[in-house]
């Protein structure tokens, strides 16, 4: 028996969670892993890296926890010392579920992964709030300024070398395995010193080559006494980074070819290659001329730290950064002097940022025939300081256009592609207007406007005759190869495609980007054959490719200008929606959407990841298979599954792949020998790719899931961690399921939020928490009595949801969040089953998971499901604005009710896009008087209509209403008001039901007697 992982007993996820909505907004800081490459669903850094840990290391309270790291703890994370820096919080509001926080061994070690710097917690305490990045304090492991932070990572490594060898060793002390650990970690720096400080390591002699496996060597020792993890479903490789910078063994696996190049690019090459070097002057100069000369300068001038020259050396804080940044701008300057002509600069010189193009339909009205730009609008800025349009000047069918400042009033020409002729008034519908683009030979359109950078920011003008003239040059096919690669047009629930006629990859870009493209990748090509062929050659060739990606995602016609003025890639929803006007981007420019910035991000990137001395590895193959690993070999299995249905990983990364064959798929012949990325083995639940049903593509994915967790099972010592972010029943019956039928149960589930600051905005819907679940093999016994395995559940629900509620859980999401502890009441039997012997099902199980986490929130509110529903989004939603999919879910997660019928029923009012519950008068305002009297109509109704007559001070009506249908002083009817007192913002409904609740008494009395011929000073209580 060994003791329980600190995952199974605890984590703190409040700071986990504030951390981790930060880092969603880091995604546009310099050196952030997805600024190197899109990849869908990426998880937060923060709550890899305190998953990944807390996996491994155990509790220290528990009973069976090594003496050794109980003493690590009590010597490294400073208990009794002077700078107490991981002491346990004082009584602050956010913690109250936790309070008191006891200085022990545990809450130390949760410190250690993130606690709250001191004047955050000041601020709590004066209700103030603290900007993101002080939130939590600067010795947080989590905390995203320390990723590089030597002290805090040695002591996090630390902890888990004398966790990980006490268990092997368990009469080993904590200061010999802390000497132990000294010297394996000093052997590993001292090497690299040796390497990195010669002069010309480049050069393969003996001597350099000695001092490479010199340090191979001193990583391989350490790391043999290190925790292995694995994560069978990598992606973008953030849980794979997370564990190697931990100093774990590292393992990544992921079906698809980008996302493999991707992870090698996060978390391989940078710890491998991205380090520093010692040039001789000659021989820097031999290989990089003066463009490299002036690159090293520009760095030196600019960063200065780590790039220096002497009389004889050039030394370079990062060899990887600087060939790639310095190919990549042979590669782009030599491309721009074949294609830079389509560019023209302006009369002062200034490139264009971007051009503003709209596609054209022809009107139908075969007297007309207008040939119509499909504006949808007309602004080309639109912000409250700023707002630019092109204005219409139209002559007979012909239509120009001038920029004007001001507000626009125009109608729009084209709704969800219908098109009305601003010439003759025709409508156009959308299938003439399909039709008509099919035919086109260029449905890439005209171009409208030109975008330039100014001091004052961005300007727009109409283009002039030049770029006129080279936006209609025509390429011969030759020079443009168009790629033919399918688009999976067929499907439009799991991945939208444009429809119009895009059907091929390919035709996403018009005829000048994919001649400007191809120019690219034809001097890629040339540069890729001057390096070296070898694996540092080829680290540095993907960069390169993933620059050609980064630019083909900004320069195709399906991105967006936004509102900030800046470019937005294809797919910025996961699918390629239909786009009729979008900006292209000029490659040239040196601003948003350029190459120059593309490749900015890149080395920013591998400029912070290469001080990290371990490398992840990385296997590109469907997961499950078994002999992968041997039985046990792997100590820690951590992983973020596909969410179901939710994101089609292989088709979104197809527009990807076409290119990535182009430029790297020599080097990498295995990994790109399919056509498109390979789909079948996909474990996800899309029809399109499983014989075109929900059922196949269901059984699909919940068998795919099963052998994968299966084979994890068997190669796992110790923990599987899993995290998983899909609201609704159905996955996560999956996913349960799955777990239990690969013999696991589980131990621990934390819900941490991921997207948006939990508990501190009130009226907005909270969305995207994910929940971690820790599970181990169990062995499944006996039989479960439903009755007693019910009763369990339930109060273990409610336990959790009271619990989360209280730490600012809120949203759909905490309903799902109990899940995992409903599951490991029901997994410890092989089954469990009613009175009448069936058996019950784990669908059946989450079900009655989720009621009973509704019935939590709901604090006894009884009634019919409209009640029930609209005091459910109260509590979750509150009475803002929630979007669509807030509201999909909530229903999905909810209530057996169905957004359009809560619409109908006036309850949810909504556009289609943004929806807020109905207050009094939205629901009852149109409805007859009656309802809302009757004992039949809804609880909701009723004390709505009640609140209504208050206010209009009606008191005849509602003194009939009470008598009919309030009467009893504990009925529902009291208990809804109660209720919505809580939770009402303060506003008119608050104010109608805080009056009725003060004068209950008086008016059930009053509702007894006669009514009254002459109705008084209504609502006169004094009387
Ligand atoms: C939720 S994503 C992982 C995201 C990752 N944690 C990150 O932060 O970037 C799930 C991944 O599973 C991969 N996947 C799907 N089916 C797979 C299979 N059969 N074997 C291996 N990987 C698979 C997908 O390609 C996708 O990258
Ligand atoms: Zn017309």
Redesign the pocket.
């Known amino acids: 028996m060994k003791a329980k992982k600190l995952i199974e007993v605890a984590l703190p996820i409040k700071e986990i969670s504030l951390e981790s909505v930060r880092d969603k907004s880091l995604c546009h800081s310099k050196g952030h892993m997805s600024t190197l490459h899109v990849?869908?669903?990426?998880?937060p850094l923060p709550t890899?890296r305190a998953v990944v840990f807390a996996s491994i290391v155990p509790d220290p309270l528990d009973e069976l926890c090594p003496v050794a790291f109980g003493e690590a703890i009590d010597d490294l994370l400073n208990k009794g010392k002077a700078k107490a820096i991981y002491k346990p919080y004082a009584d602050i509001p956010y913690t109250a579920v936790l309070d008191p926080v006891e200085d022990n061994r545990r809450n130390r070690l949760l410190a250690f992964i993130g606690q709250f710097s001191d004047k955050c917690q000041q601020n709590m305490l004066a209700g103030k709030a603290t900007s993101p990045k002080e939130l939590l304090s600067d010795y947080s492991l989590i905390k995203w300024e320390c990723k590089n932070n030597p002290e805090i990572l040695a002591t996090a490594r630390k902890l888990i070398w004398v966790a990980y060898n006490a268990e092997q060793e368990p009469s080993k002390s904590y200061d010999a395995l802390s000497a132990e650990f000294d010297v394996a970690y000093k052997a590993i720096s001292d090497a690299e010193k040796a390497l990195y400080g010669t002069v010309d390591r480049h050069i393969e002699c003996d001597a350099n080559w000695d001092l490479e496996i010199a340090l191979k060597m001193a990583i391989e020792n350490f790391q043999n006494r290190m925790p292995s993890v694995f994560?069978?479903?990598?992606?973008?490789?953030?849980?794979p980074l997370e564990a190697a910078r931990l100093g774990c063994r590292s393992y990544g696996?992921?079906?698809?070819p980008v996302?493999h190049i991707i992870e090698k690019g996060s978390a391989e090459f940078p710890q491998k290659y991205g380090k520093p070097i010692v040039y001789s002057k000659a021989e820097f100069e031999r290989i990089y001329g003066d463009d490299g000369i002036k690159l090293f300068q520009e760095k030196n001038a600019n960063d200065g730290i780590g790039w220096r020259i002497d009389t004889k050396n050039y030394y370079l804080k990062n060899r990887l950064s600087f060939d790639v940044e310095y190919y990549a701008k042979k590669i782009l300057k030599e491309t721009e002097a074949d294609v830079g002509y389509l560019y023209p600069a302006d009369e002062q010189g200034r490139k264009p940022v971007a051009y503003y193009w709209a596609r054209t339909a022809k009107c139908s009205n075969p007297s007309c025939g207008a040939e119509v730009p499909l504006l949808r609008g007309f602004y080309l800025c639109n912000r409250d300081k700023k707002k630019i349009y092109l204005n219409p000047v139209i002559t007979g069918n012909d239509i120009q256009f001038e920029i004007k400042e001001g507000t626009c009033k125009l109608k729009e020409w084209n709704r969800r592609g219908v098109l009305t002729c601003p010439c003759c008034g025709s409508v156009t519908s959308v299938d003439e207007v399909k039709a008509d683009m099919k035919k086109q030979q260029n449905p890439y359109g005209r171009m409208l406007a030109v975008i330039s950078d100014s001091k004052d920011g961005k300007e727009y003008r109409i283009p002039n005759e030049q770029e006129l003239r080279v936006s209609r040059q025509s390429f011969s096919s030759e020079d443009i190869q168009r790629p033919s690669d399918r688009m999976p047009i067929e499907n439009v629930r799991n991945f939208n495609t444009p429809g119009f006629g895009f059907s091929n990859w390919g035709d996403l870009f018009s005829d000048r980007q994919l001649y400007v493209m191809n120019n690219l990748v034809r001097h890629f090509q040339q540069v890729k054959e001057s390096v070296a062929n070898n694996e540092y050659g080829h680290s540095l060739v993907v960069y390169l490719a993933l620059l050609i990606d980064r630019i083909a995602a900004f320069s195709n016609s399906f991105c967006v200008w936004d509102s900030r003025e800046i470019i937005q890639r294809i797919m910025g929803r996961q699918a390629v929606a239909m786009v009729f006007d979008y900006p292209e981007s000029n490659p040239f420019s040196g601003s948003t959407g350029s190459a120059e910035n593309h490749l900015e991000w890149i080395v920013n990137f591998l400029e912070t990841e290469g001080f990290c001395p371990f490398s992840a590895s990385f296997h590109n193959?469907?997961?499950?298979e078994k002999r992968q690993y041997e039985a046990k070999s792997i100590d820690v299995t951590v992983?973020?599954?596909?969410?179901y249905d939710a994101?089609a990983?292989?088709d979104c990364?197809d527009f990807f792949y076409i290119w990535l064959k182009r430029t790297i798929g020599d080097l990498y012949p295995l990994n790109f020998a399919t056509p498109q990325t390979p789909k079948m083995?996909?474990?996800?639940a899309l029809k399109h790719h499983q014989g075109g049903t929900d059922e196949k593509a269901k059984i699909h994915f919940e068998n795919?899931l099963t052998q994968?967790f299966d084979a994890i099972e068997l190669q796992t010592g110790d923990i599987v961690s899993i995290?998983f972010?899909h609201q609704s029943t159905e996955a996560w019956t999956t996913l349960c399921n799955s777990i239990l039928a690969a013999r696991m149960n589980i131990t621990g589930s934390w819900a941490m939020d991921t997207e948006q600051n939990c508990g501190m905005k009130a009226d907005k819907a909270y969305l995207e928490s994910s929940v971690t679940v820790s599970c181990r093999p169990s062995e499944r016994k006996g039989f479960g009595d439903f009755a007693e395995v019910k009763a369990a559940i339930e109060k273990k629900v409610a336990d959790e949801v009271e619990s989360l509620y209280q730490l600012g859980f809120r949203g759909a999401d905490l309903l799902t969040a109990c899940f995992g502890q409903a599951v490991s009441e029901f997994g410890h039997y092989k089954t469990v089953e009613k009175a009448d012997g069936t058996e019950v099902t784990v669908g059946e199980l989450l079900e009655l998971a989720r009621n009973a986490a509704f019935n939590t929130l709901l604090k006894g509110v009884q009634g019919d499901v409209y009640t029930r529903f609209y005091i459910g989004w109260l509590q979750m939603n509150g009475a803002g604005d929630a979007d669509y999919d807030d509201a999909t879910k909530f229903t999905r997660v909810g209530l057996p009710v169905d957004i359009q019928d809560v619409k109908s029923k006036n309850l949810l009012i909504g556009d289609g896009k943004n929806f807020h519950l109905a207050m009094a008068e939205e629901h009852l305002g149109d409805k007859g008087a009656v309802i809302g009297t009757r004992p039949e109509d809804s609880l909701i109704e009723q004390v709505h209509r009640a609140m209504l007559l208050y206010k209009s001070e009606d008191r005849a009506l509602l003194l009939a209403l009470i008598k009919n249908v309030a009467q009893d002083e504990n009925g529902p009817f009291w208990r809804l008001l109660a209720s919505l007192k809580e939770l009402l913002p303060a506003n008119d409904d608050l104010k109608q039901v805080e009056g009725l609740l003060q004068n209950a008494a008086d008016l059930r009395e009053s509702s007894k007697e006669k009514p009254r011929e002459v109705i008084g000073d209504l609502f006169d209580t004094a009387r």
Do not use: H, L, Q
């Open positions: 990849w869908w669903a990426r998880r890899c994560d069978p479903f990598a992606g973008g490789g953030a849980i696996n992921d079906i698809n996302a193959s469907s997961s499950g992983t973020d599954p596909p969410y994101i990983y292989a990364s083995e996909e474990c996800t795919k994968i995290m972010a």
